[in-house]
């Protein structure tokens, strides 16, 4: 049964049209409320402090089609799949089931109305016993957001993700409402974009779904977004990002929001968030610890006897993450083997490594790899996942700057773009052949060094994971290509064009003037870049139109490398479709003018290229970039060369956790553990 939070003495409030302009009220600005944001009226009363505006009155976007229905509901399963089932259902919090205690905390928000507040919101009371966060979310009314603040290890993910999982049900009834999603700020800090663009990116590489589809429920304000590890993003960039959550909750006032973070990590920010309400997860009490090992029964009688004689060791203890690592590590154990001594960092180390060895002995496990390997791969891991501000592992999405040193990653760009060019070259150069030896030669180096160069120094790889064909997104890029392609072609056509107009007439008797020679040579360069330009203004509109697959959609599943596997079918559909299609219209067109030889000469010309086109666009230079990365990392031996099923294993050793195609460690403390051991040399992979 949900309980109310502390009362505040009633009192009403009057607000003038002269004080809403300055008011921000649950994200909505006072001068930009009107009856496109709250129909059928607006009922405001002081509820903490806060305006409280009823949930009913709000306005809702409603699916258009069944499609939309359908991704809807993909969406919610993968939430559900992802972080209920995935994380939450196998938390090291939930081995241990304990009831956290909440206080209200709200002198860590900025609220909107503290200005125009006649009695000041008093903070720091406990809410009553039983009280949860779902509770105190629903108690806020529209416009819903919500700080959830504690200790390291104190069990706030656990509180937001049980609060994901009532939303989660409340959506499944009726799915024309927001859906919660779960992320994590940590990756915010990698580009500093805005928070609605971030967003786009999170939902495309976490849950699949289309950057085109991501913007649609951004801007329709049909997410209510979850927010984990504020505390995880780079702390110089903290502040900054504190500064985009209020902006997008300026600009988005009806998106509710919740947000965690660790105490003391928020507490030295010089910006607050503007949210309506504030908790802390508090610590666990004696009471709780010694029920919780009492029921544990005498598997971890030594653990109890441990923390009844030493006070430190028992403060140590009020973490609910620690007291589940304890129960874990030291089960069975003796008092000697629990006599920690040392500072908290100290006690963190032994209680971490002691967790590890016990991982390493636990039954129905298999054993695939050695405790070096394991030991040095998840290290490298951590390291890197720390080092990239990042708490979701996809192996889809490493990149390039994973590389640890400058050299490792210029060898990786001159290693994609020199085998890259070759190929691609070779390709190009066969199908000119046609026209001859020089020409094979000339065709396929100036493709196969531009199509390197592309490849080998573009920027991070982007997995091509969904074709939908959408006209606006083709309409878009359209002109982009058109105007790229037909000016490359103009400024490589006419200076080939000229100098293969000198080296023809330097061949012919000297019987024509220096001048009537530049004069040939010009006018060839000038025709050759009017040809070149054309040529590169079609395969513009190509890539233009080609561009229109990337219109709304979802993934359905989310399987590990799921996004590389669909990048070669992808890329491989795209190829045969645009070589297809474009080499017959260009055969036609040569046909009609040259006959039979000339369209099948062009027509193959034009399906290679345009193949390769759309094969590079759609996924293609992707796999190619990836699979070379990973050849590196291997040879290198800061990684298996099946990766899954080496994250399958650390997740079975209870060091990692699967969520959908990716995997994150079992908690952050844990990678932060990986993070600080040494990368010993003798250990290394082999």
């Known amino acids: 049964m949900s309980t109310?939070?502390?009362?505040?003495?009633?009192?009403?409030?009057?607000?003038?049209?002269?004080?809403?302009?300055?008011?921000?009220?649950?994200?909505?600005?006072?001068r930009d409320m009107n009856l496109t944001q709250i129909q059928g009226g607006v009922h405001v009363t002081n509820v903490f402090g806060a305006v409280q505006v009823d949930r009913e009155y709000t306005q809702v976007g409603q699916p258009q089609s069944q499609q939309e229905y359908r991704w809807r509901q993909v969406l919610l399963d993968k939430v559900k799949r992802f972080w209920i089932d995935g994380v939450l259902a196998k938390s090291l919090h939930t081995k241990l089931f304990i009831e956290l205690g909440l206080e209200d905390r709200n002198d860590f928000i900025e609220?909107?109305?503290?200005?125009?507040q006649e009695f000041p919101t008093d903070s720091g009371q406990t809410f009553q016993t039983g009280t949860t966060a779902t509770d105190i979310f629903e108690d806020i009314g529209a416009g819903r957001t919500l700080l959830i603040l504690g200790e390291p290890g104190s069990g706030k993910t656990v509180t937001l993700l049980k609060l994901a999982e009532s939303l989660i049900a409340q959506a499944a009834e009726n799915l024309s409402q927001p859906l919660p999603v779960v992320m994590n700020l940590s990756s915010w800090a990698?580009?500093?974009?805005?928070?609605?663009?971030?967003?786009?990116?999170?939902?495309?590489?976490?849950?699949?779904?289309?950057?085109?589809?991501?913007?649609?429920?951004?801007?329709?304000?049909?997410?209510?977004?979850?927010?984990?590890?504020?505390?995880?993003?780079?702390?110089?960039?903290?502040?900054?990002?504190?500064k985009a959550l209020n902006q997008f909750i300026q600009e988005h006032g009806l998106t509710e929001m919740v947000v965690c973070s660790r105490i003391q990590d928020y507490e030295s920010l010089t910006e607050r968030l503007k949210l309506r309400s504030a908790i802390f997860v508090q610590p666990?009490?004696?009471?709780?610890?010694?029920?919780?090992?009492?029921?544990?029964?005498?598997?971890?009688?030594?653990?109890?006897?441990?923390?009844?004689?030493?006070?430190?060791?028992?403060?140590f203890a009020s973490s609910p993450l620690i007291l589940s690592i304890m129960s874990l590590a030291y089960q069975g154990s003796t008092i000697e083997a629990l006599n920690q001594t040392g500072t908290p960092e100290a006690q963190?180390?032994?209680?971490?490594?002691?967790?590890?060895?016990?991982?390493?002995?636990?039954?129905?496990?298999?054993?695939?790899?050695?405790?070096?390997?394991?030991?040095?791969?998840?290290?490298?891991?951590?390291?890197?996942?720390?080092?990239?501000?990042?708490?979701?592992?996809?192996?889809?999405?490493?990149?390039?700057?994973?590389?640890?040193?400058?050299?490792?990653?210029?060898?990786?760009?001159?290693?994609?773009?020199?085998?890259?060019?070759?190929?691609?070259?070779l390709i190009i150069g066969l199908a000119s052949g046609l026209q001859g030896a020089i020409n094979v030669l000339g065709s396929g180096l100036l493709y196969g060094v531009a199509g390197g160069l592309v490849v080998g120094f573009g920027g991070n790889i982007e997995p091509v994971e969904t074709l939908k064909w959408s006209w606006p997104e083709a309409r878009k890029n359209?002109?982009?290509?058109?105007?790229?392609?037909?000016?490359?072609?103009?400024?490589?056509?006419?200076?080939?064009?000229?100098?293969?107009?000198?080296?023809?007439?330097?061949?012919?008797?000297?019987?024509?003037e220096l001048l009537a020679q530049l004069l040939e040579g010009l006018f060839g360069g000038v025709v050759s870049g009017l040809f070149f330009g054309l040529m590169g203004g079609l395969l513009g509109s190509i890539a233009g139109l080609i561009s229109g697959f990337r219109g709304p959609a979802i993934q359905t599943s989310n399987g590990v490398n799921q996004g590389i596997w669909k990048s070669v079918r992808n890329a491989l559909?795209?190829?045969?479709?645009?070589?297809?299609?474009?080499?017959?219209?260009?055969?036609?067109i040569a046909g009609i003018f040259g006959g039979l030889v000339n369209s099948l000469k062009y027509g193959l010309i034009y399906a290679l290229g345009t193949g390769l086109v759309g094969g590079v666009i759609f996924g293609g230079s992707a796999c190619f970039r990836h699979f070379i990365l990973r050849l590196l990392l291997y040879r290198q031996s800061n990684s298996p060369w099946n990766y899954a099923r080496f994250l399958d294993y650390a997740a079975d050793r209870l060091f990692m956790q699967k969520v959908g195609g990716g995997y994150i460690f079992v908690h952050r403390m844990l990678m932060e553990h990986f993070a600080q051991m040494k990368l010993e040399s003798e250990s290394k992979a082999t």
């Open 4 to 30: 109310q939070p502390p009362q505040q003495p009633s009192q009403g409030l009057n607000i003038s049209g002269s004080v809403l302009e300055g008011v921000q009220i649950g994200g909505i600005a006072g």
């Open 111 to 116: 609220n909107p109305l503290s200005k125009v």
């Open 190 to 242: 990698k580009q500093r974009k805005t928070m609605a663009e971030w967003l786009v990116q999170e939902l495309h590489e976490i849950y699949g779904a289309s950057k085109s589809l991501g913007k649609t429920w951004v801007a329709q304000e049909q997410l209510i977004l979850l927010l984990d590890g504020l505390d995880e993003v780079e702390p110089q960039y903290r502040n900054d990002c504190v």
């Open 284 to 315: 666990l009490t004696s009471q709780q610890i010694d029920q919780t090992l009492e029921q544990a029964g005498d598997s971890l009688s030594a653990l109890r006897i441990a923390l009844q004689k030493n006070d430190e060791l028992r403060a």
């Open 348 to 425: 963190h180390k032994q209680l971490f490594d002691a967790y590890i060895d016990r991982m390493f002995t636990r039954r129905g496990t298999t054993r695939k790899y050695s405790r070096a390997q394991t030991l040095y791969w998840l290290t490298w891991l951590a390291q890197q996942m720390v080092r990239a501000s990042q708490s979701v592992f996809l192996i889809e999405r490493l990149q390039p700057s994973w590389l640890i040193s400058r050299r490792q990653r210029v060898r990786y760009r001159i290693i994609s773009a020199l085998t890259f060019g070759l190929i691609f070259g």
């Open 478 to 512: 359209l002109r982009k290509w058109l105007i790229i392609m037909a000016t490359l072609g103009l400024m490589f056509g006419v200076p080939i064009g000229f100098i293969a107009g000198l080296i023809e007439d330097l061949g012919l008797e000297l019987r024509y």
């Open 573 to 588: 559909l795209a190829g045969l479709s645009a070589g297809l299609i474009f080499g017959l219209i260009a055969g036609l």
